[in-house]
């Protein structure tokens, strides 16, 4: 089980747009800054998102980050059949002294 | 350009240890941490901790604590992980990732090593 929740799998079409939630508490998402991260299985993660709505150079701008309360949103527009891949919330939890997962949302480009 | 390359694959008995290297180039390794996150077959990543290629100061997530043992060689730009007592559940690919502090956000991660516990 999971500290921070994410929705198992998310579908859209190509060109269409698909955000993704991470639902925490004040000890993790509330307080402190969350990462996305991209991944292909078979491959590493890959960063996204960093500080809730920040992109690491060469992440195109189809990717965006927000925060609100103890949630935090993935957004992906113009949906590509390369985006299909498992999206992860990361974020550090002051309760748990630690850095912590979401469960994954599996993106299906139909 | 950035890259962290892991060791290869291993394959281990229950209740041996395990080490993993992580060699770092392409940037200032004693700059960064150093974190190691584990990922089970069909799970999400779990973060096992970190160390600091500077000081040498580390910490570990409470789940791995007395198990675990982070170490690097700034002579050569290598962080290790042993993780010891191993199970049949730590069958697992364990990542090096890079971290410009503590808490998270890891923009360059090694390619993984695969670690199979099976008698």
């Known amino acids: 089980q999971s500290v921070l929740t994410q929705p198992p799998s998310v579908s859209a079409a190509p060109g269409q747009k698909v955000t993704i939630s991470c639902s925490g508490s004040n000890s993790n998402t509330g307080n402190n800054y969350v990462s996305w991260y991209q991944q292909i299985p078979g491959t590493a993660p890959k960063l996204l998102i960093y500080d809730n709505d920040k992109r690491p150079s060469g992440i195109p701008d189809r990717f965006s980050g927000s925060k609100s309360g103890t949630s935090a949103t993935l957004g992906i527009t113009g949906l590509q059949t390369g985006d299909e891949a498992d999206y992860y919330c990361e974020t550090w939890d002051s309760s748990l002294s630690g850095v912590v997962f979401g469960g994954g949302t599996k993106l299906i480009v139909l | 350009q950035v890259q962290l390359v892991q060791s290869g694959a291993e394959v281990k008995k229950p209740g041996a240890s395990v080490k993993v290297s992580c060699k770092a180039s392409g940037y200032t390794f004693t700059g960064y941490y150093v974190h190691w996150v584990r990922q089970a077959p069909g799970q999400g990543p779990e973060w096992m901790g970190w160390i600091s290629p500077n000081s040498g100061g580390r910490d570990y997530a409470q789940k791995f604590q007395g198990r675990v043992t982070m170490t690097r060689d700034t002579s050569i730009n290598t962080a290790y992980m042993e993780l010891s007592s191993l199970r049949s559940d730590d069958t697992a690919v364990f990542y090096c990732?890079?971290?410009?502090?503590?808490?998270?956000?890891?923009?360059?991660w090694g390619q993984g090593t695969l670690v199979t516990v099976s008698s």
């Open positions: 990732a890079r971290g410009y502090t503590i808490f998270g956000s890891f923009d360059f």
